[in-house]
């Protein structure tokens, strides 16, 4: 059994910073991708950062420049670095990650429970 636990998330003013924090935890052999999505009301869910290794990353166009994802793999977290926040990314984000538990062959996609982010004044 895997878990992913986020934190982090909640009210912010237009410009302001919030930092995601998600771990990984359970019967863990390896974990592949780390990304971070989110949903919007009345909106499709929608990836927002993605990273495999530090050097491979990929972000939406929406949040480039804004947003910076990392990875602690002797931790099994990711994080979300959310600078000059906007109305508009106000959602609720969640934890993602591709992981193959002990045991596997293969990798399963897991979720977090989600996070509430509002950007709002």
């Known amino acids: 059994q895997v878990q992913l636990v986020e934190s982090g998330g909640g009210l912010v003013q237009p410009g302001g910073s919030l930092r995601l924090s998600c771990t990984a935890s359970g019967s863990i052999n390896s974990i592949n991708t780390m990304a971070w999505y989110r949903q919007a009301p009345g909106k499709e869910r929608e990836m927002v950062a993605r990273i495999v290794t530090d050097s491979r990353l990929s972000y939406a166009d929406s949040v480039k420049g804004r947003f910076t994802i990392s990875r602690n793999g002797a931790k099994n977290t990711v994080t979300l670095q959310m600078n000059s926040l906007k109305p508009e990314d106000t959602a609720i984000y969640y934890c993602?990650?591709?992981?193959?538990?002990?045991?596997?062959?293969?990798?399963?996609?897991?979720w977090g429970q989600g996070t509430q982010v509002t950007v709002s004044t």
């Open positions: 993602n990650a591709m992981i193959r538990t002990i045991g596997a062959t293969w990798p399963t996609e897991y």
